[in-house]
């Protein structure tokens, strides 16, 4: 398989994780919590890096670049996911409760205060909505995320998809 084709399937795999989050919002009516909408947001850099990747078929440098860019990126959704699982793993009493709406903690706060706000969660991040497999759907963000974690850096340790 080439370099390009493991780039663009990687891209393809977040698209497809896009869809299925539109989907639960709109066709469910699954409203999103802030630290999903975040998971959204580095599902879609991860996608727009491997996009790149695709696009520009890099050498050998370029190819660890990406490679190293995606694993952070995915690193840091994983923290997202991770932090989100541990919340709804909680007992019901030690939850947090209902906070801000993502939109009114960005026009009411710094945006370093409000991520501190969304890594602390809010009654929403703590409801489980919808699991596959006995698993939620943090769970499954957060496998995808290493995932792509575990891609980036065979895209930076080796010579995987050579061209």
Known sequence: MSQRMIFF????VCAGLMA???YFQYGMKLEP???CI????FVIITGLILLAGALHNPGKIGRRVY???TALMAALGAGFAGRH???ENLPPDLQPGCGYSLNDMLESFPLLKTLKLVLE?????????????????PSWTLIFFVGFAV???MLVFTSLGRR
């Open 121 to 137: 969660g809010s009654g929403g991040c703590g409801q489980i909505t919808w699991s596959f497999l006995g698993l939620s759907m």
């Open 67 to 69: 490679g190293g860019l």
């Open 20 to 22: 299925a989050a539109l």
């Open 85 to 87: 699982v541990w919340i």
């Open 33 to 35: 919590c802030p630290l």
């Open 9 to 12: 399937g990687g891209f393809l």
């Open 38 to 41: 975040f998971q959204r947001v």
């Open 151 to 153: 891609l980036g850096l």
